[in-house]
């Protein structure tokens, strides 16, 4: 089935349920997730100050513990507040000084991310079936040096009972193809953040639907398709969408 979200864009969802069965609001403002009362504004206040504190092992354990007590699901901690802790990042000074501290809060985050792991395999085997789900290959453009939201992703897709492969990002269009001949995924999840990379993410859709042809659909998110209306069907993907929901409610099996 080929099909475009109508809008191009991820449909706004109030609400969401977390796998430990705590209905969560996904905006942050003024939703209730703490135990005492703290919202999803003040949880992600508190992150953003160890991050800045550049408390690296805070920051690893207030996602933990977030975690750990239900406040929080793993969709809601990527998507509200790991995310935005870098897409709304600021920064006033010069340009290298303002790459190194992307750097430096980006690593920050790639360790809550893979510090959760467990976590993500636990929600997926209390939520879901056990046996083997159907394949996806998770992947970026071969310039595109952004991978983070490409490897949330590649976890949206695990929790959801897939049998997630993740190929990072700058990867070789050939190496991509040889993923794709060896896994052969029932789904191309490719994520696209840097606008100039738009076209070579055309250039690989083409190459592996043309190795794989109707047996793959290839999915297209990101924030460089949030900016672009259209450029997701320029890219010749099956499908654009963006959020861990409409991953969940993709089809499975046959
Ligand atoms: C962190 C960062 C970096 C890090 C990346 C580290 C890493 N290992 O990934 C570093 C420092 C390396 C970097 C480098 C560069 N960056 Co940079 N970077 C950012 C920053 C601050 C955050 C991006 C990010 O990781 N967001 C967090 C993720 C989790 O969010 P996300 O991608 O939106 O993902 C979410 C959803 O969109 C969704 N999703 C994502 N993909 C997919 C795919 C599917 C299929 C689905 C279903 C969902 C989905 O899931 C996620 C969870 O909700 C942005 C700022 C911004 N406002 O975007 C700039 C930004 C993206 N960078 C930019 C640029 C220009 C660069 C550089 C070229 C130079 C520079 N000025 O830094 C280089 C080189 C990049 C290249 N060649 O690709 C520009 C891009 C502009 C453009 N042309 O499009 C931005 C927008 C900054 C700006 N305002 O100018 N960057």
């Known amino acids: 089935m080929v099909r475009f979200a109508a809008s191009g864009r991820a449909p706004i969802r109030r609400h969401v349920i977390n796998p430990s069965g705590h209905p969560l609001q996904e905006e942050r403002g003024g939703a209730a997730v703490g135990k005492g009362g703290e919202t999803l504004d003040s949880v992600y206040g508190e992150f953003i100050r160890l991050l800045e504190a550049e408390d690296r092992a805070a920051a690893v354990r207030l996602a933990l513990a977030k975690l750990e007590s239900g406040e929080l699901d793993i969709p809601?901690?990527?998507s509200r507040i790991l995310a935005p802790s870098l897409n709304d990042m600021r920064c006033s000074e010069d340009e290298d000084t303002c790459i190194w501290k992307e750097h430096v809060r980006s690593s920050?985050?790639?360790?809550?991310i893979e510090s959760c792991y467990p976590h993500v395999l636990k929600a997926?085997?209390?939520?879901?079936r056990k046996?083997?789900?159907?394949r996806v290959l998770v992947a970026c453009p071969t310039e595109e040096y952004h991978e983070i939201g490409a490897r949330m992703v590649a976890d949206f897709f695990t929790l959801a009972g897939f049998e997630t492969t993740f190929i990072g990002a700058n990867t070789p269009r050939r190496v991509i193809l040889s993923a794709a001949r060896h896994v052969r995924p029932r789904y191309l999840a490719m994520s696209v953040t840097n606008n100039?990379?738009?076209f070579d993410a055309r250039q690989i859709i083409g190459a592996v639907k043309s190795e794989l042809g109707g047996s793959v659909t290839v999915i297209?998110?990101?924030?460089?398709f949030k900016?672009?209306?259209g450029a997701a069907t320029e890219t010749g993907a099956d499908l654009e969408i963006h959020t861990y929901e409409e991953i969940a409610a993709l089809p499975k099996g046959g």
């Not at 297209?220 to 460089?224: E, I, R, Y």
């Open 220 to 224: 297209v998110g990101g924030s460089a």
């Open 108 to 112: 920050f985050v790639r360790a809550v």
């Open 131 to 134: 046996e083997a789900g159907d």
């Open 196 to 198: 100039y990379n738009l």
């Open 76 to 78: 809601t901690l990527y």
């Open 124 to 128: 997926r085997d209390r939520a879901l």
């Open 227 to 229: 900016r672009n209306r």
